[in-house]
């Protein structure tokens, strides 16, 4: 059973086809990095024009690397940036229709977890799910039969996107997650005391905005202006090396970034020691963007629980994970009219 697979939630256009929801045959990724790097963030209507660019390239590369017919399409339906997801959407409505093959869609987190139960088959349900890039911050129960119980999640800034504003403020490159990721290990991760979030409601959602507003008041209050300057000038000259941060990056800088990195994963594993003991869950899934982060890795690590990542190719955007989780939905009949419409807001625990 091949299917292809597109994902184009965001800033990624992506095809791929995957057999049997676990062979990986081809994985396309075009990336718009360099597009919307000088506005430090992405912009929604530059990214659903590359993704028009991008798309048919893209499948056709996907295409002709797995070289086997396609028995079904498999498309991103949300949640995301709504011009980005109807490129997928229009285009994988034609192929549907000129291939007379059924057409699949997906939930963009539900193909998060299946890129890890792609690569670990062995992964048994219930699990815990944690869904962080920058995007998304969520916390899943996962039980068989697509059913999952929304725990808590971000109140505003995802994880990814506060490491992201941190690093444009501080003058890194965009995206700057992997920069401050590379950096941290270098500074004291208890140098700077961040103020943790009370949320009202739902105690244990999460809220990141706060401690990007505490990074801002501390740079302003040290005066920093020409050290992020120079790190800016540098981006203009070259693609800066990790010894290039270093030397541009005084150790006040590098125990501010291990502080925050240090702050960030504390409150998303603080959770997941929650949500596993008070549900009894033993299986733990981490994926999105964030799920790269080394540092996340290594403390996630030394939990007491069977914790699986992806590999960090399908721990970013990706089509293998959407064609991955369109397999069982396939199998159990699910079916997408050709009137299908993208959901920017698309509830998982609503499936």
């Known amino acids: 059973m091949n299917i292809l697979g597109l994902e184009s939630s965001c800033d990624e256009t992506a095809a791929a086809v995957v057999t049997d929801g676990r062979l990986v045959l081809s994985s396309v990724v075009a990336s718009q990095f360099d597009t919307h790097e ?13 993704h028009l660019r991008a798309v048919v390239p893209v499948v056709e590369q996907a295409l002709a690397q797995a070289n086997v017919p396609i028995d079904a399409v498999a498309v991103t339906q949300g949640p995301g940036l709504i011009g980005s997801l109807l490129v997928g959407i229009t285009f994988a409505k034609a ?20 890129a890890v139960l792609l690569e670990h088959p062995e992964t048994e349900l219930p699990a815990l799910a944690l869904i962080v890039s920058g995007g998304h911050t969520h916390f899943y129960r ?39 990721d590379l950096l941290a290990p270098y500074g004291n991760p208890r140098a700077v005391k961040f103020t943790r979030s009370k949320m009202s409601g739902n105690s244990l959602d999460l809220s990141f905005s706060g401690i990007k507003t505490a990074v801002l008041r501390w740079t302003e209050a040290r005066d920093m202006t020409a050290e992020i300057a120079a790190r800016r000038a540098l981006r203009t000259l070259r693609e800066p090396t990790l010894a290039d941060w270093l030397a541009t990056t ?59 990542f992806p590999t960090p190719q399908l721990s970013t955007d990706n089509a293998a994970m959407i064609a991955a989780a369109a397999y069982p939905r396939f199998l159990a009949g699910h079916r997408a009219a050709l009137d299908l419409r993208p959901k920017a807001n698309f509830s998982l625990a609503m499936l």
């Open 38 to 50: 000088r506005f430090g963030g992405v912009v929604p209507e530059l990214a659903s024009r590359e």
């Open 95 to 114: 192929f549907a229709l000129a291939r007379k093959v059924p057409l699949i869609a997906v939930n963009h987190l539900e193909g998060h977890i299946h």
């Open 142 to 180: 996962c039980e068989p039969n697509f059913r999952y119980e929304l725990l808590s999640r971000t109140r505003d800034d995802a994880a990814g996107e506060a490491y992201d504003k941190v690093a444009k403020l501080l003058g890194y490159k965009y995206p700057g997650g992997p920069t401050l």
């Open 250 to 308: 005084p150790q006040t800088t590098l125990d501010l970034i291990a502080s925050f990195q240090y702050t960030v994963i504390d409150e998303l594993l603080s959770r997941v020691r929650i949500f596993a003991e008070d549900l009894d869950l033993t299986n733990v899934i981490v994926s999105g963007g964030v799920a790269c982060n080394a540092g996340l890795r290594a403390a996630a690590r030394r939990l007491p629980y069977n914790i699986s």
